[in-house]
């Protein structure tokens, strides 16, 4: 899932927007596409994939085809080289405009969850209750960090 800070800040990198765009392939396969985003994020994660793929394919090496087909198969392997291509692509200031654009209206039509959690703890206890959607959590009492902290 995408890091909400980042697509809340609006700063879409070819990283992020193919990370986006793989898990229409990766989570339909599974039948939970459905259950993060609206009918309309769907589409546009359709619409996403398209202009990447219309973009890349043919334009380069075979490599890049290879990838296209791969990523469709929801292998994440090929991911890595899907990220490469659409770095150069995304130097054209046009091309990356337009896909931050839809990618920024994927996120605006995800499904929110606003289930609650409970968690009662007694005599003393001690309790680690998390709900995330992406990032990394580093649950524990205490967390010691010798050197420079970990950048998640």
Do not use: C
């Amino acid at each position: 899932m995408t890091d909400p800070f980042t697509a809340a800040a609006g700063i879409w990198t070819a990283g992020k927007i193919a990370e986006l765009v793989f898990q229409k392939f990766a989570e339909a396969g599974a039948g939970k596409l459905g259950e993060k985003f609206t009918e309309t994020g769907i589409q546009k994660l359709g619409d996403l994939w398209n202009r990447i793929r219309n973009r890349l394919r043919g334009k380069q090496d075979q490599k890049v085809d290879e990838a296209l087909v791969h990523v469709e198969k929801g292998d994440r392997a090929a991911l890595a080289t899907l990220q490469k291509y659409l770095d150069v692509e995304m130097l054209e200031p046009e091309f990356a405009a337009e896909l931050q654009a839809i990618a920024q209206e994927i996120t605006l039509n995800q499904i929110q969850d606003n289930s609650s959690q409970t968690q009662n703890i007694y005599d003393g206890g001690t309790g680690f209750q998390n709900k995330i959607d992406g990032g990394t959590v580093y649950q524990a009492e205490t967390i010691n960090y010798y050197g420079t902290p970990p950048n998640p």
